[in-house]
Nanobody, 117 residues
């Protein structure tokens, strides 16, 4: 069983920055895809960014050029650096680990990000 614990959410002003972190338990962290999803009120849960086993990345169009996903396999941690945030980035952000047929295997509990002045 893998546990994912997110941190770093909070209130940030438009144009500001925030960094989310997700620490994973288990010894297989370095061999699996890690990703961040988000869900805004009344909307579906969508992929924000993913980082693959060998470091390749994938981003939603809405965050390209603003968000950066990275991983530190020595710390079993994945990060989401959020720059130039917008009110529409407001959502609960979830860390995920592993995939099964394209569907994440493990989910964190989520961390709230609110972009507001």
């Amino acid at each position: 069983q893998v546990q994912l614990v997110e941190s770093g959410g909070g209130l940030v002003q438009p144009g500001g920055s925030l960094r989310l972190s997700c620490v994973a338990s288990g010894s297989t962290f370095s061999s699996v895809t890690m990703a961040w999803y988000r869900q805004a009120p009344g909307k579906e849960r969508d992929l924000v960014a993913a980082i693959f086993r060998y470091g390749g990345t994938n981003y939603a169009e809405s965050v390209k050029g603003r968000f950066t996903i990275s991983r530190d396999n020595t710390k079993n941690t994945v990060y989401l650096q959020m720059n130039s945030v917008k009110p529409e980035d407001t959502a609960v952000y979830y860390c995920t680990g592993g995939t099964n047929g394209g569907v994440p295997t493990y989910w964190g509990q989520g961390t709230q990000v609110t972009v507001s002045s």
